[in-house]
């Protein structure tokens, strides 16, 4: 993810389910000056993820992160995101997944996630795997309440409330997150959850 509230803020109810079912999750960030390095800890450590803070988020840094932790599963940004660093971070990600792919079999599965008000460059994210989040809504309000450098309780925390509940009452339940698949090498996942 491009910053240290990204991973809490798009997917942190997913994350804490994935954490809670026994994953080893880990949140991929480019190193920020403090507080927000401390506050990219304090997020990772309420979802109960591990943390990976990289000193430029080039195609090469993710390639490496890539083939020394070998993910089943990767979250990024949407590649037509409108904001510029999530864009920088998708097409690294892109960039590097082929001979990562190639060299290792994994990742099996990329998603974007959902950003700003789910309205990309190109329109609307699609609703495609959606997952509940209702039991660890309050887990993703903790991870997000630990960026107190950020407008958490004015902005961010409000539009996350909404989107949380719009793709909840899509598929019928409090609070969900909304992820789209990316094609690795011309396949789709299989799966139809994370």
Partial sequence: MAHP????????????LCVAAGADVTIAVPRHPEPRAS?????????GAGLHQINQATAGTVRELLLDTGPEVVLTH?????HPDHRRIAEAVLE?????VI?????????????????????????????????T???????????????ITEHF??????????????I???????????????RLPAALTL
Avoid: C
């Fill in 5 to 16: 509230d990204d991973a809490e803020l798009w997917a942190g109810g997913t994350l804490a």
């Fill in 39 to 47: 506050e990219a800890a304090a997020g990772a450590a309420a979802l």
């Fill in 78 to 82: 949407p590649v037509r995101d409108v």
């Fill in 96 to 100: 590097a997944l082929p001979e990562v």
């Fill in 103 to 135: 060299a290792t079999g994994h990742p099996r599965r990329v998603y974007t996630t959902d950003t700003y008000n789910s309205l990309t460059l190109d329109g609307p994210v699609p609703a495609h795997t959606t997952v509940d989040i209702t039991t």
């Fill in 137 to 151: 809504w309050v887990t993703k309000q903790r991870a997000l309440a630990a960026h107190a450098s950020q407008p």
């Fill in 157 to 170: 925390g409000p539009m996350a409330e909404i989107l949380a509940r719009l793709w909840g009452a899509r």
């Fill in 172 to 186: 019928g339940v409090d609070h969900a997150e909304n992820f789209v698949p990316l094609p690795v090498l011309g």
